[in-house]
């Protein structure tokens, strides 16, 4: 029995490296530290030359990169299923006239983007950062803070959430 148990577990690992692997093969062209972890289907949109991963990050499910403009992002960051970084606006000058303009991205170290969270162009994320699900972030946010809502507003400090 434990045999059988050990050999489930290694094929499931085995399995795993091929599939994070596989979807790494995805990233060609983008530079990425070590032990980067791709869980899913992971869509890039744009110049894959403009997007820099730090170590020990995590890109979920569904996870959307439109990189027109550059997406920074620091060490030990999450970034949890279905969520998308857009670097790409929309500028209305004179109406009906449209421009469309690209501002970075920059994630510094240790942040978690929960699920279905939009991150607009020319956001800086502060370090050690949570950002709740489902939240809009078009403004730059101060380190330390956990963060939600559309459009995202500071809740808590860190520390007053243990």
């Known amino acids: 029995m434990n045999l059988c148990k050990t050999i489930n577990f290694l094929n499931k690992r085995i399995i795993y490296k091929i599939k994070n692997n596989f979807y790494k093969l995805k990233l ?19 110049n894959r030359c403009n997007i820099k991963i730090g170590n020990n990050c995590s890109l979920n499910e569904g996870t959307i990169l439109s990189a027109n403009g550059k997406i920074i992002i620091g ?14 606006k929309l500028k209305i000058n004179i109406w ?5 303009i690209y501002e970075d991205i920059v994630i510094e170290n240790n942040v978690w983007i929960a699920s279905h969270c939009i991150i607009s162009g020319g956001v800086k994320i502060g370090k ?18 956990f963060y939600a809502g559309n459009p995202v507003k500071k809740i808590c400090k860190i520390e007053n959430l243990k």
Request: without cysteine; proline residues 2%.
């Open 75 to 88: 060490d030990n960051v999450v970034i949890s299923s279905y969520s998308v970084l857009h670097t790409g």
């Open 96 to 100: 009906p006239i449209k421009e469309h």
């Open 128 to 145: 050690n950062v949570i950002i709740g699900a489902n939240s809009f972030v078009n403004r730059n946010l101060e380190s330390g803070y």
């Open 28 to 46: 060609f062209g983008i530079q990425y530290g070590k032990n980067l972890q791709i869980y899913g289907n992971v869509k890039i949109f744009g």
